[in-house]
């Protein structure tokens, strides 16, 4: 017979690194039906339900990540005091002096867990130095916390908004639990006006809100978990053991994971602020259906590319002029690349410097067809922002490469608007010409995801090798019937993502009040289908070469 | 209108009927498995009563005669190379060893192992450790037998490996022939290339013997790095020297179907070397299909000190498999069979390592991994060969989940090959135990 285990009961509390605290354990069943129970009960005490919800927030944090908790206290508590003084300080100089402190308080705390051993490998690869790579967790969420602060001082700095009157409103927009992880980045200013506002939503909020909740966690939980377990991990594990076709296969699975990994978390978590009276603009909106490289990146993790546009690409000088930043990380890029050239492909001086020269040249042609200045600086501001986008997501080249790539590619595709802008207008509305421009940039994305995916350059370019080079068609049979759950569940993915944007909101709208019961059925339908995937027989890999 | 209630009215119910079922599941004891991997208070509750179906280990093991001085026990025990001798000061592997000792002690010799194995030691992984270290000790250079094509070239880091695609690949999947080389494959061609070039080499001035491993042919012609030579191949199996010098590369092209060509052997004129004779998703057992006769030509043209034996994994492709026993049985003729063959060989059969399944959503060690390693040991005992746990070197149970876990890892999320940095912990750790025996047998020699 089962007994109640009254020591592992206790342990639920606390923060195990094993199981650290995500939206699909049962505990945080258990957690968010209290908070919903509390935060009714007290929804029209504006601080009580404040203090009640900073309370879960934190301890959300703690169960995810332990004593790191801290850090997210401590940078509040310096953001919201330097805030509060950049706000009341009249002299420029002295405003402009709080700020930087602020950018290097946040910076720097980014800096020390996320790049310090990225810089000790270089430094010791450069220069040969034997110094040892320290011990450092990355904290969870630090990304995206420090990115809130810096945009909520800077704001301010720009007089854009009045600081959070109350500790406890920034407190709130910083530890707000649904978006911890991985975001979206949430601006203050839209966040913090609708802290102290009346508990108020419609029925569509609410089914919204359920729609979005539960697609995102079909989409992180079951779809992507299930891709990542059952067929990408081990080709991405050692991409030269596995044909092209295995490999090519991977990438698209890859494709879907990173999407239904990200927008699911980010729609969960915009699904249950709606719930909870907060609206949090949407943060994907099917990028692979953009049909060229600029368009995606308007749908792909809209709150961090308009971030990055907001306080890096426009301080750089956007697309007006250059500063101090472009011209730097612009010579860092292109040095970077003379010698990588050299020192990496073994190419000889002179070939090096050509291919460094054209690429300069690439950036500077929308200036050169144009006849403007101004041109050459929008695209280096482009190209920075990107590698110090791609270094955001991990500390490693690969992603500066991912960033590179995806910066030259928006240069490319202005080069190709400046060139066939006239000419194809007709075409560009063209369905056919849609859907071999819908296919060529979802490869380019995918071509970069490689980059991404992969933990180092040898493996990047093993897998691009296999595909180009091994890629055995004639195993298909064999890895069609090995993989057929997996294939089926990336074509599902697909489908989804095919979906219109509008379509949920037509249907919600068309449905208009749903009983009740329909949607506790709904859930229970989910929460079965998840145990099925989670208990599902693994597919386990084969072999195909022979 | 406000609808602020009907988020409460969900999750209260919602969660209070989750609650009921999940607390009635429990007490009821409700098998139903999607339902089960979710219940709400599973974590909290002990004394589970669910039990999976496996297969019943089997109770008539293969018979270990008890011999007096022998403890079969032994087999259990990690980084140990055991001949099952209940006096463990005794070294294992005596002939191969005095070997060692003589190519220590300064004589001009050429040592040789043949290390077979299934996709774990694929692109010379394990191999090119325990090569390097051996060689370090006692000297040699060269990366040993390469075949002339594998799928896997790309992957293998000791050896750069291009070839044309027309290169018929004769081998046990396809194969009838009972004369394919140890490494699984007999190669013909009309008119391809194939060249490789070593980098293990770390001796700049090391004079390497590139030597081509054929079968008979009789007289042919071939090319070698662009130049016509002219080979006699008259045996079963031929080792004929082909270049002698400084170089570390060869390129080669036969456009003679007739020649049956195995490979090339990277080979300094005295040393230590390793033959790595990786094929994947075999268990041993196909070794079966190769002649005697063909066998004992290898023996006498191409010998070598000590054969290794490293299966296992693909045995454990069923989660709940137990039963062994036909493995034991199948195995054991094979290793009778070579042996015989190679009469003045040392034997060493390496078990499989870890590999886990899911098992309940958890990645675990395989259930059968201790009959299977029980299995193989038995083999080992029966056939006068000594035994390596391997199993119990990396870590014993869940030693794979606990790698692939690792930053960085030392295996892959298929919970089945450790990566090169896991090969090379495998390897140093064989070639620590093969140094530990030639310390006992320098001891007892003095």
């Known amino acids: ?546 | 209108m406000n609808s602020n209630r009907r988020v409460l009215q969900f999750v209260a119910g919602s969660f209070s009927f989750y609650l009921l079922i999940s607390i009635a599941g429990t007490l009821l004891g409700f098998q139903w498995i999607p339902f089960k991997r979710v219940n709400l208070i599973s974590d909290v509750m002990t004394g589970d009563s669910s039990h999976q179906i496996m297969d019943k280990p089997d109770s008539n093991l293969l018979i270990i005669e008890d011999l007096p001085d022998k403890n079969f026990e032994l087999y259990k025990k990690g980084r140990i190379i055991t001949s099952f001798s209940s006096d463990t000061s005794l070294p294992s592997l005596n002939n191969f060893l005095q070997k060692l000792a003589e190519l220590k002690t300064g004589k001009k010799r050429k040592i040789r192992i043949a290390y077979f194995g299934d996709s774990m030691i694929e692109g010379d992984l394990l191999t090119q450790t325990v090569r390097k270290l051996l060689q370090q000790t006692f000297g040699g250079s060269g990366v040993g037998f390469v075949p002339i094509t594998s799928q896997v070239s790309k992957f293998r880091q000791s050896v750069i490996h291009n070839y044309s695609g027309g290169w018929q690949d004769e081998n046990f999947n396809n194969g009838k022939t009972g004369r394919l080389y140890f490494s699984g494959h007999l190669f013909r061609s009309n008119g391809n290339w194939v060249q490789m070039i070593d980098q293990t080499i770390t001796d700049s001035a090391a004079i390497i013997e590139k030597s081509l491993i054929c079968g008979n042919g009789g007289s042919v012609s071939i090319t070698v790095n662009e130049y016509p030579v002219s080979i006699n191949a008259p045996g079963m199996l031929n080792r004929i020297p082909l270049v002698n010098d400084m170089f570390r590369g060869i390129k080669l092209s036969v456009a003679n179907e007739n020649l049956p060509v195995y490979g090339i052997s990277f080979e300094s004129a005295f040393g230590i070397f390793v033959d790595n004779f990786s094929f994947r998703g075999i268990t041993g057992i196909e070794f079966a299909r190769i002649d005697s006769a063909f066998m004992r030509a290898i023996a006498a043209n191409n010998p070598y000190d000590l054969i290794v034996f490293q299966y296992g994994v693909n045995l454990l492709f069923r989660p709940n498999n137990r039963n062994f026993n036909w493995y034991g049985k199948a195995m054991l003729p094979v290793v009778r069979k070579i042996k015989n063959c190679f009469d003045k060989t040392d034997f060493l059969i390496v078990s499989t390592a870890d590999r886990a399944f899911r098992y309940g959503g958890e990645y675990k060690s395989a259930v059968g991994i201790d009959s299977l390693i029980k299995i193989q040991a038995t083999v080992a005992y029966e056939t006068g060969s000594a035994f390596y746990n391997q199993f119990a070197s990396m870590g014993g149970t869940n030693s794979i989940v606990d790698w692939a876990k690792r930053t960085p890892s030392l295996a892959g999320r298929d919970y089945v090959h450790p990566n090169h940095r896991g090969a090379e912990v495998l390897g140093a750790y064989l070639y620590e135990a093969i140094i530990n025996e030639y310390k006992k047998y320098i001891r007892t020699r003095k």
Request: glycine residues 6%; contains cysteine.
């Open chain 1, 1 to 546: 017979m089962p007994s109640f285990d009254i020591q592992a009961f206790l342990d639920q509390f606390l923060y195990d690194p094993k199981y650290p605290l995500l939206f699909n354990n049962g505990f945080f069943v258990f957690f968010f039906a209290l908070f919903i129970g509390l935060y009714y009960r007290f929804r029209n005490h504006f601080k009580l339900r404040q203090y009640i919800f900073c309370f879960f927030s934190l301890y959300f944090f703690y169960k995810a990540s332990g004593v790191f908790v801290v850090f997210v206290i401590l940078s509040a508590i310096v953001d919201y005091v330097l805030s509060n003084a950049i706000f009341r300080q009249q002299d420029r100089r002295k405003k402009k002096l709080l700020l930087i402190c602020s950018i290097v308080f946040n910076l720097g705390l980014l800096f020390y867990f996320k790049y310090t051993n990225f810089f000790i490998d270089t430094i010791n690869n450069l220069f040969s130095a034997g110094f040892n790579p320290l011990n450092i967790l990355l904290p969870v969420g630090i990304s995206f916390y420090t990115f809130e602060n810096l945009s909520y001082t800077i704001d301010v700095y720009r007089g854009h908004f009045e600081p959070a009157r109350r500790f406890s409103d920034y407190l709130l927009f910083l530890s707000f639990f649904p978006k911890l992880v991985m975001g979206p980045i949430v601006r203050a200013h839209d966040f913090v006006p609708q802290i102290n506002k009346p508990y108020i939503i419609t029925e569509n909020d609410f089914a919204k809100g359920f729609y979005l909740i539960f697609s995102g966690l079909f989409k992180k939980l079951i779809i992507s978990d299930y891709i990542t377990l059952n067929y990408v991990n081990y080709i991405f594990d050692d991409p030269s053991r596995y044909t092209g076709l295995e490999n090519l296969f991977a990438v698209y699975g890859y494709a879907v994971i990173i999407y239904c990994d990200f927008s699911g978390y980010s729609d969960t978590a915009i699904g249950i602020a709606k719930w909870l009276g907060f609206s949090i603009p949407i943060n994907f909106k099917s990028p692979y259906q953009g049909k060229n490289i600029t368009v995606f990146w308007r749908r792909w993790h809209i709150s961090l590319s308009s971030w990055l546009r907001d306080y890096l690409y426009i301080p750089l000088g956007g697309n007006k002029k250059g500063s101090f930043g472009t011209w730097f990380f612009s010579a860092v890029f292109f040095g970077g690349l003379f010698f990588a050239f050299i020192k990496r492909f073994h190419l000889s001086l002179f070939i090096s410097l050509c291919i460094t020269a054209a690429t300069l040249v690439l950036f500077m042609l929308p200036a050169i067809i144009k006849k403007e200045k101004g041109g050459i600086t929008t695209n280096l501001n482009l190209l920075t922002t990107m590698l110090l986008g791609g270094l955001w997501h991990g500390a490693s080249w690969n992603f500066i490469i991912w960033g590179v790539l995806h910066g030259m590619a928006l240069a490319i595709h202005k080069i190709w608007m400046l060139l066939t802008g006239k000419a194809f207008e007709k075409a560009n509305t063209n369905w056919f010409y849609t859907a071999i421009a819908v296919l060529i940039t979802f490869h380019f994305v995918c071509f970069c995801w490689v980059f991404f995916k992969c933990t180092t350059l040898e493996d990047a370019s093993n897998m691009l090798y296999q595909i180009t080079y091994n890629f055995s068609f004639s195993v298909w049979g064999a890895f069609f019937d090995n993989y057929w759950p997996v294939l089926a569940m990336i074509v599902v993915a697909f489908m989804l993502h095919a979906i219109p944007d509008d379509y949920a909101d037509k249907l919600i709208d068309r449905f208009k009040k749903v009983p009740m019961p329909v949607y506790i059925a709904l859930f229970f339908v989910f929460v079965v289908v998840y145990g099925y995937f989670k208990s599902s027989e693994p597919v386990m890999p084969i072999y195909l070469q022979f």
